[in-house]
């Protein structure tokens, strides 16, 4: 009896999407970058939605 998902093709799943991966991959880490260089500017520095800038004051408190 077969499985439940019938037969199964032995066909490249990963090899041909590759190039899509990689570049999923390098615009997370354009975004992340990006993100965390506007999470530094003077305008959000000491934004108290600014999750950098919460857990800087919840050090500056502990000490």
Request: glycine fraction near 6%.
């Amino acid at each position: 009896m077969p499985g439940l998902l019938g037969k199964k093709f032995p066909a490249p799943i990963a090899k041909p999407l590759w190039p899509f991966f990689a570049a999923g991959a390098i615009i997370m880490y354009g975004v992340n970058s990006a993100q965390n260089a506007m999470m530094q500017t003077d305008e959000w520095k000491n934004d108290p939605r600014n999750p950098a800038a919460a857990s800087a004051a919840a050090k500056k408190d502990a000490h």
